[in-house]
């Protein structure tokens, strides 16, 4: 299922139970992938791809590219090196 095909209120229910698993599994990183799908479960209209300021529960918060083939405008490079910055953050790879 695209992030379009979900409604803003199963959006923000799947970010209340993300944040649920979070505060539960206390991970060091969260990466969120679509920008779409998280300024509509978060509220954050505004947010970019990258780093968000603010955590989720304790964790750091990446917003990373969608992988999907409907993001045409990505090459290989641009997903591996957004995917890589937030797996850095969690000591997955140096």
């Known amino acids: 299922m695209r992030a379009d095909e979900l409604t ?5 229910a799947g970010g209340d139970r993300l944040l649920e698993l ?3 599994l206390e ?10 799908a998280y300024r509509r479960a ?7 791809i990258g780093r968000q ?4 529960g304790a964790a750091e918060l990446w917003v ?15 997903p ?3 995917y890589a910055e ?6 997955i790879i140096d």
């Open 8 to 12: 803003a209120d199963e959006l923000r």
């Open 22 to 24: 979070v505060i539960e």
């Open 27 to 36: 991970p060091r990183v969260v990466a969120v992938a679509g920008i779409t």
């Open 42 to 48: 978060f509220g954050d209209r505004k947010a970019l």
């Open 53 to 56: 300021p603010k955590p989720l």
């Open 64 to 78: 990373v590219p969608n992988p999907s083939g409907l993001n045409a405008h990505h090459t290989i490079a641009t």
């Open 80 to 82: 591996a090196a957004a």
């Open 86 to 91: 937030p797996a850095r953050a969690a000591g």
